[in-house]
């Protein structure tokens, strides 16, 4: 089972910046996918944006522009860069690979 710890979470003003980051265990790192999510209270879990193991990337229309995910496969890590936040991007964020969720991390946007 992967481990994955995310971090870089915080309140910020809108339109202000975050850098989240997610360490994973293990050595199938490399090989995969990983995908970052986030869920809003009384909202759904929706995916945000995603990372193949060639470093395609993928994004929720919501945040394209604004977001930038990448990978250091010799750190194990993949990162969420956030630009231009909203009010509506307040939400818990998990990584993802594989079945393994990491614990979350709260993104709260506010004035």
């Known amino acids: 089972q992967v481990q994955l710890v995310e971090s870089g979470g915080g309140l910020v003003e809108p339109g202000g910046s975050l850098r989240l980051s997610c360490a994973a265990s293990?050595?199938?790192?490399?090989?995969?996918?990983i995908d970052w999510y986030r869920q809003a209270p009384g909202k759904r879990r929706e995916l945000v944006a995603t990372i193949t193991s060639a470093g395609g990337t993928g994004y929720a229309d919501s945040v394209k522009g604004r977001f930038t995910i990448s990978r250091d496969n010799a750190k194990s890590t993949v990162y969420l860069q956030m630009n231009s936040l909203k009010l509506e991007d307040t939400a818990v964020y998990y990584c993802k690979l594989g079945s393994s969720w990491g614990q979350g991390t709260q993104v709260t946007v506010s004035s």
């Open positions: 293990g050595s199938i790192f490399r090989f995969v996918a």
